[in-house]
C-alpha cells in the first residue's frame, strides 16, 4: 500500500511535512520528485519543523547540501537538491552522514538509492495548464508568483525497504 493525498494550499503541505517529519528517525532516506514549483521544499521545511531542526529550511540549490542541527537531541536534517548532480558517483562525493541523520534529496531519484537499503520515495504533482485557467497569455513562462501560488498538490509516498515494511507506506509485495 502507498499514501496518497491531496494538499490545497502550502499551509497544508507543510502540516503534512511536519507530521511526516515527527516520526522519523535516524537513518531516513527521503527522495523526493516533481516539477519546478511542485513544493518540494515546502514539505521539507515542514519535515524540518517536526524534527525539530534550526531553520530556516530553504532550498539547497546553490550549495547542493545543506545540513540543520537539531535543537533537541534528534537527528539533524540534511538537504540536498540533486538536481545539477547528474550521476550518484557526485552524489557519494558529498560524503552524507545518512546513518546518524534523516536524509531528504529533491530530484534524487535514480542517483540516491544505494545509500539506504529503504527509502521514502515522494512525488509530487501540481496541476498543467493553471496558468491558462487564470487567464495568462500562451506561451508566457511561469513567474514566481504562479511557482509559489496556493493550488492543490497531489503527494504520493511509497515506503521501499525494510525500515518501512508494515507501515501505512509500506509498498505491497
Sequence with gaps: MTLSATFATAEEMG???????????????????GPLGAGKTTLTRGIGAGLGVRGPVQSPTFVIARTHPNLGDGPPLIHVDAYRLGEAALVDDLDLDVARSVV?????????????DSRLEIVIERPTGASEARGEADGEE????????????????????????????????
Design 15 to 33: 502540516e503534512f511535512g511536519r507530521d511526516l517529519g515527527r516520526g522519523l528517525r535516524p537513518g531516513d532516506l527521503l527522495v523526493l520528485t
Design 104 to 116: 531528504v534529496v529533491e530530484w534524487g531519484a535514480g542517483l540516491v538509492e544505494e545509500l539506504s
Design 142 to 173: 511561469a513567474g514566481d508568483d504562479e511557482l509559489d501560488a496556493d493550488e492543490p498538490r497531489t503527494v504520493t509516498v511509497r515506503g521501499i525497504g525494510p525500515r518501512w515494511a508494515g507501515t501505512l507506506y509500506a509498498v505491497s509485495a
